[in-house]
């Protein structure tokens, strides 16, 4: 099957959200409400990206019972997909919603560990499925077994078939997938603040490290900061977009779903400022729903106009 945005989730996950009143860490907290959804970050991108009637397929490593009720959901949603089994189990990650100050504390499990053998399996998929593929997402971490250089491997795949790719993880893997010059990348401030090694935390220094990275080759960056929105910039212009008013529900996807929406908006050929638009209204919108659930097309369409992208001039 051939498809036009392809996904890799090397570390999927069963994301299962409990809701508490209020969390109370060492106390005895009961839970109010369950859901599990599939989870994992090109997972998630791929759920966005097909409600958003983009061609996609997500790719990657799966495991075990788990694994299976998770592709079982996918297919329930209509996501197409084409994953490489590996043994052992595909992990659960534990996402605690506090009602009463509407904080999601996150616990994600390592996930299964993968032989070579299991790597050279999925090189192979991945190379068949991006011969007619335009964009390649790489995001979440990586399972015990995989090389941190992984990424860098497969942006050096892409670019040697034209495809572009868009690079969303943390630590190592970041870094080493910069290295081979993807087309965009979207850290949160504190991967970027872990890339960078230092403390970025204004706006002048976030459109600073930013251009530094545009200056490394990349050609799109988008650095999000959660409810202060994010900030968008290629080498010809910046701006930064605010998101609007919610009572968060979950933030869980909601990056996932900023990414979706930048590769929705490269594909159909937004302008910078509308694309800053449309994923910042994505992420907020996502941020909204309980669980893992995801923005639809016509939910951003319906809100977008409730956010402006700002032109920022950088200092000279
Ligand atoms: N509490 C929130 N209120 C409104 N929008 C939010 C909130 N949290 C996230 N978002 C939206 O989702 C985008 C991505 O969220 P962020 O938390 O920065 O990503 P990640 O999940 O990758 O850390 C933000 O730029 C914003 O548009
Ligand atoms: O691979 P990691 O970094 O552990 O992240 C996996 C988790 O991130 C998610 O993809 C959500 O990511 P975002 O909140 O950044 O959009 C979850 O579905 C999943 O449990």
């Not at 997938?177 to 976030?206: C, M, S, W």
């Amino acid at each position: 099957m051939k498809s036009t945005v392809v996904t890799v989730t090397l570390n999927p996950a069963l994301d299962k959200t409990v809701t508490v009143p209020a969390l109370e860490v060492g106390g005895l907290n009961r839970v109010r409400q369950v859901r599990i959804d599939p989870g994992g970050k090109g997972i998630n991108v791929a759920k966005v990206l097909h409600g958003f009637d983009v061609d996609v397929l997500a790719t990657g490593l799966i495991a075990g019972g788990y694994g299976e009720r998770l592709l079982a959901q996918l297919d329930r949603q209509g996501v197409p997909h084409s994953f490489v089994r590996v043994p052992g189990e595909t992990r659960t990650n534990l996402k605690v919603y506090s009602e009463s100050d509407q904080v999601t504390t996150e616990i994600n499990e390592n996930g299964f560990d993968v032989q070579p053998q299991s790597v050279l399996e999925f090189l192979n998929v991945l190379e068949e499925l991006l011969s007619e593929a335009s964009y390649l997402v790489l995001a979440g971490s990586l399972p015990k077994g995989v090389s941190s250089d992984i990424y860098g491997q497969l942006v050096e795949l892409a670019n040697s078939k034209g495809v572009r790719t868009i690079l969303d993880a943390d630590g190592d893997a970041l870094k080493k997938g910069l290295e081979a010059r993807p087309y965009a990348v979207k850290p949160n401030l504190f991967e970027l603040q872990q890339l960078t090694g230092q403390g970025v935390e204004t706006l002048d220094e976030i459109i600073s490290a930013g251009q530094t990275l545009l200056a490394r080759g990349l050609s799109l960056v988008v650095v999000s900061m959660g409810g202060d929105g994010a900030v968008f910039l290629n080498k010809e212009e910046t701006y930064q977009v605010k998101p609007f008013p919610i009572t968060p529900q979950s933030t869980v996807g909601a990056g996932d779903s900023m990414v979706a929406a930048l590769v929705h908006g490269l594909v159909t050929g937004k302008s910078l400022p509308e694309l800053a638009e449309w994923a910042t209204t994505a992420g907020t919108v996502t941020a909204s729903k309980r669980g893992t659930q995801v923005c639809t097309a016509e939910e951003v369409q319906n809100e977008v106009h409730r956010v402006t992208a700002k032109k920022l001039v950088p200092k000279a």
